[in-house]
């Protein structure tokens, strides 16, 4: 027999509603921001909600993960331990950390994950935190399906999280610092400024401009959608959609849509299971290109690929809807099979490349007529990234999410019982004493419709089994209290009977992969420095943040500028007609290096 796999679909939440509309929107895990020291300094979550969330998901078997993914000043690391033992008693399944000097404090036995900002895209790197006690590896945005397989092979009892879903860093996850270097707010705690979103000028070493005023480093947003199957294949575990800052509206419908895709997947190949428990129902159809997108990319799990970047703009662009006809005194005609609703917002790049935007008044066919006419000419793309319906759907209840149940009405000396199970085999017994009287008419279509009765519970009924060796009388109102009382000592049983994990983190001494930190390794507390040099580290620098070297590398960059612009000596083998180095220049004046390491396929870029 194969032995199954748990499969979960991670969902983000940057609030206590995002958390419960992910989880009925279909999340097998939810992770969501610490009061303090998450990688989302603006989404910082009160212990008494991270608390309801507990309560809310372990009732579905949905686990929920606190980030705790900052670097930390020795000073914080007391209140640190503290919260962390408060998100233990509050039921929290497990830590995401970046800082090792978490692992030196006193712990309670909760599990521990290694953040994307670890930098996790080795097999060895991976095999180091598994030995070291981490319990699931998020690895790098970066990787393609082949080095996701090494790594899977190398740790094949290590849980994986890829991202599927979201916005991209640029720059590798943990190694950023351009932000600290240009703003004083370091990505490594949670303060980025996203600077890879600005617009820059790029010249050559000669002064030319190569480049006015583009988007150079913005990203477009992640979409793995049509590979989930083989991200299954290579190894992941826990497919992660990005999105601690977004509304509860982009929660609902990219964690709809990527159930739909898992759930599909799932019942082909048995060898995968789903993670948590219940069926979810949908009010809506779940589109991706209705949420935030600055269009969508693959990024490199099949390899390089020209289509990552999105030079034009950092903002949204939604969904294609054609292209305009004609343009008249108030109104605009558009070709395209979509169509509009009064109040949506469209966009579209103006003749410099710049993204412009307006709202719809109203709509008659293909004609619009905007609030303000905006200035475009017929043949122009239209993009619709504000959709008035959808959004109105969207603030409705829009899914809901039930536990198979069944249920047996049986009888006994002094009466009758009702017997129910879960779909994960939990079961009850509750008893209902009576003397038992025959009924003048049929009862047993009755007695199904009053046990069948589950309204706002989290349960639907399945199957319901009437064994009684009469035409027995039930009042209603008795029947309606043994339901009530059966979902009651239900609910407790499965929070009885939920596995929560339990994992200390073990006291270890084997090799780091590698024998020198610089900056890189992020080493800002005296615990990581002892973790480090415990592990046979033998020099061991100082955090950006504390200490900024001379000429250091500001971004490390998988996205490389002279492959998007066909010039790149290894895929295109083709000369630039402009002479390196080159330079991002900002708005501001501040000037950028760009460095081309061919050999590890990546772009560094360095302050001048």
């Known amino acids: 027999m194969v032995k199954q796999r748990p499969i979960e679909l991670l969902a983000p939440a940057k609030n206590l509603e995002c958390g419960i509309e992910a989880i009925n929107h279909g999340a097998d895990a939810v992770y969501i921001g610490a009061p303090r020291f998450g990688a989302r300094a603006a989404a910082g979550n009160s212990l008494e909600d991270i608390a309801a969330l507990v309560e809310y998901a372990h009732?579905?078997?949905?686990?929920?993960?606190?980030?705790?993914?900052?670097?930390?000043h020795d000073e914080e690391l007391k209140e640190t331990e503290e919260m962390i033992w408060d998100l233990y008693r509050a039921g929290v399944d497990a830590l995401i950390i970046q800082d090792m000097g978490i692992t030196r404090l006193n712990l309670p036995p909760i599990p521990l994950h290694a953040s994307t900002q670890m930098d996790n895209r080795t097999p060895e790197k991976v095999r180091f935190l598994a030995e070291a006690g981490f319990r699931q590896v998020v690895l790098a945005r970066e990787l393609t399906l082949e080095e996701i397989r090494k790594i899977?092979?190398?740790?094949?009892?290590t849980p994986l999280e890829v991202f599927v879903h979201g916005a991209l860093c640029v720059s590798y996850s943990g190694q950023c610092y351009v932000s600290q270097a240009c703003y004083g707010r370091s990505a490594n705690r949670g303060e980025c400024a996203q600077f890879c979103r600005l617009g820059f000028d790029l010249v050559d070493s000669e002064g030319k401009v190569i480049a006015k005023n583009k988007h150079l480093l913005s990203l477009k947003d992640m979409n793995q959608s049509e590979n989930l199957e083989a991200l299954l294949d290579a190894g992941a575990s826990s497919l992660k959609i990005e999105g601690r800052l977004k509304d509860v509206s982009y929660v609902k419908n990219v964690t709809a849509y990527y159930r739909q895709k898992l759930d599909a997947i799932l019942k082909r190949r048995k060898e995968y299971v789903r993670a948590s428990s219940g069926r979810v129902k949908l009010a809506f159809?779940?589109?991706?290109?209705?949420?935030?997108?600055?269009g969508f990319t693959d990024y490199f799990v099949h390899g390089r690929n020209p289509g990552i970047f999105s030079f034009d703009t950092p903002k949204s662009l939604g969904e294609e809807m054609g292209v305009v006809k004609e343009v008249r005194g108030n109104y605009l005609t558009v070709a395209g099979v979509k169509p509009f609703s009064n109040g949506d917002g469209?966009?579209?790049?103006?003749?410099?490349?710049?993204?412009?935007?307006f709202r719809?008044?109203?709509?008659e066919n293909n004609k619009l007529y905007p609030q303000e006419m905006p200035r475009l000419k017929p043949k122009t793309k239209l993009y619709r990234n504000?959709?008035?319906e959808f959004e109105r759907v969207m603030q409705k209840k829009s899914a809901e999410r039930k536990i198979a149940v069944r249920m047996e009405l049986t009888e006994s000396n002094w009466g009758f019982a009702l017997e129910m199970a879960d779909e994960d085999n939990n079961r009850i017994v509750v008893t209902l004493q009576r003397e038992k009287e025959l009924a003048r008419t049929p009862q047993a279509e009755n007695l199904k419709n009053q046990l069948s009765k589950l309204g706002n519970t989290p349960f639907e009924m399945r199957e319901i089994v009437i064994s009684l060796s009469d035409n027995w009388f039930i009042p209603s109102s008795e029947l309606s209290e043994l339901r009530r009382r059966a979902v009651e000592k239900l609910l407790e049983s499965r929070k009885i009977n939920y596995r929560r994990e339990i994992a200390k983190m073990p006291e270890t001494t084997h090799a780091f992969p590698v024998q020198e930190l610089t900056y890189l390794g992020n080493v800002m507390n005296r615990s990581a420095w002892s973790f480090y040099h415990d592990h046979g580290v033998k020099r061991i620098l100082p955090a950006f943040e504390k200490e900024q070297p001379e000429q250091a590398v500001l971004m490390f960059c998988k996205h490389c500028i002279r492959y998007s612009m066909g010039w790149c000596p290894t895929h295109h083998k083709t000369r630039s007609p402009f002479k390196e180095p080159y330079?991002?220049?900002?708005?501001?004046?501040?000037r950028f290096r760009l460095q081309f390491d061919c050999k590890a396929c990546q772009m560094k870029v360095l302050a001048e």
């Open 346 to 357: 469209l966009c579209f790049l103006d003749e410099q490349g710049k993204l412009q935007g």
């Open 360 to 363: 719809v008044n109203r709509v």
């Open 152 to 157: 899977h092979q190398t740790c094949p009892d």
């Open 386 to 388: 504000f959709d008035q």
């Open 583 to 590: 330079f991002l220049v900002s708005a501001d004046g501040r």
């Open 59 to 72: 009732t579905f078997n949905v686990r929920i993960y606190v980030t705790v993914n900052t670097i930390l």
């Open 285 to 294: 159809t779940p589109q991706l290109d209705k949420s935030f997108s600055r």
